[in-house]
Nanobody, 115 residues
Framework: QVQLVESGGGLVQTGGSLRLSCAAS????????MGWFRQAPGKEREFVAR????????YYADSVKGRFTISRDNAKNTLYLQMNSLRPEDTAVYYC????????WGQGTQVTVSS
């Protein structure tokens, strides 16, 4: 079964940028629509972005549209999230999974945006 390992989080000031990565083990990564999700303290996990098998189509939550870009490299079994113009409300633990959240969750990567 595919296992997911997120990385790239950190502490950044408002307006800054980060690039998250999600490394997937297993040979079937390219067969999944993949997504990024986040969970802020005291809140439920929410959808951020998703991407189709080949990366031809992407979808974003309204709160990140125009600031975040999801991409994937199937040859490297890796999913990315480029985050620009970060805001304090983007502070959360970020996770990757299939768009329907069918795989075991990884540990996530913490993103903290200071004001």
């Amino acid at each position: 079964q595919v296992q997911l390992v997120e990385s790239g989080g950190g502490l950044v000031q408002t307006g800054g940028s980060l690039r998250l990565s999600c490394a997937a083990s297993g040979p079937t990564f390219s067969s999944y629509f993949m997504g990024w999700f986040r969970q802020a303290p005291g809140k439920e996990r929410e959808f951020v972005a998703r991407i189709t098998w080949t990366g031809g189509r992407t979808y974003y939550a309204d709160s990140v549209k125009g600031r975040f870009t999801i991409s994937r490299d199937n040859a490297k079994n890796t999913l990315y999230l480029q985050m620009n113009s970060l805001r304090p409300e983007d502070t959360a633990v970020y996770y990757c999974n299939t768009h329907s959240q069918t795989l075991p969750w990884g540990q996530g990567t913490q993103v903290t945006v200071s004001s």
